[in-house]
Antibody, heavy 120, light 111 residues
């Protein structure tokens, strides 16, 4: 059974970098046809796609993040990671890692999510 | 402002049917049969309920069904049960620079 688990600091200071890692168990990040991505949800608000990565390292990002975001993959550790630079209070959110179907464009496996608060 | 428009709330009594709409544009919902629906209970991760407009993943009740007409997709839940009370989000492939767009979410209340 595929499981995803987010890890990283729950508190980040303004202007610093938010870094999260998603560890995959019960499956391989190198599985063909699947992408791995991040979705966030500010408190009391809706879902927002951040970006995704293929095991080859190919990435796609939501343009609204204006180059503040990077996602990388470590196949040896079966992990992928998210970095968000120059964070502000608006980046306070629950961050979910998830697996996306390549052709169907749906997210079929999700991590439990981790709340990241941006505050000094 | 979300890219896809959903009603903020819907409600229904046990046993009834409800429909949640998800309105996009000719660039996303209207152009692709790649709409998915997610159920989210408070404090939990979203759960895939419908993929590719009408497909129901294994383990999802057949009380859940999806459809699409033009730029609007819909999720119908029949035989409402108390356990269906949750937020529901739609999502669509959007092509262009923004691959994925979500709706703002709909709170379903079972009366």
């Amino acid at each position: 059974q595929l499981q995803l688990q987010e890890s990283g600091p729950g508190l980040v200071k303004p202007s610093e970098t938010l870094s999260l890692t998603c560890t995959i168990s019960g499956g391989s990040i190198s599985s063909s046809g699947h992408y791995w991505g991040w979705v966030r949800q500010p408190p009391g608000k809706g879902l927002e796609w951040i970006g995704n990565v293929y095991y080859s390292g190919s990435t796609r990002y939501n343009p609204s993040f204006k180059s503040r975001v990077s996602i990388s993959v470590d196949t040896s550790k079966n992990q992928f990671s998210l970095n968000v630079n120059s964070v502000t209070a608006a980046d306070t959110a629950a961050y979910f890692c998830a697996r996306r179907s390549g052709s169907g464009w749906y997210w079929d496996n999700w991590g439990q999510g981790t709340l990241v608060t941006v505050s000094s | 402002q979300s890219a896809l428009t959903q009603p903020a709330s819907v409600s229904g009594s046990p046993g009834q049917s409800i429909t949640i709409s998800c309105t996009g544009t000719s660039s996303d919902v209207g152009s692709y049969s790649l709409v998915s629906w997610y159920q989210q209970r408070p404090g939990k991760a979203p759960k895939l309920m419908i993929s590719e407009v009408t497909k129901r993943p294994s383990g999802v009740s057949d009380r859940f069904s999806g459809s699409k007409s033009g730029n609007t997709a819909s999720l119908t839940i029949s035989g409402l049960q108390a356990e269906d009370e949750a937020y529901y989000y739609c999502s669509s492939y959007a092509g262009g620079d923004t691959d994925v767009v979500f709706g703002g979410g709909t709170k379903l209340t079972v009366l």
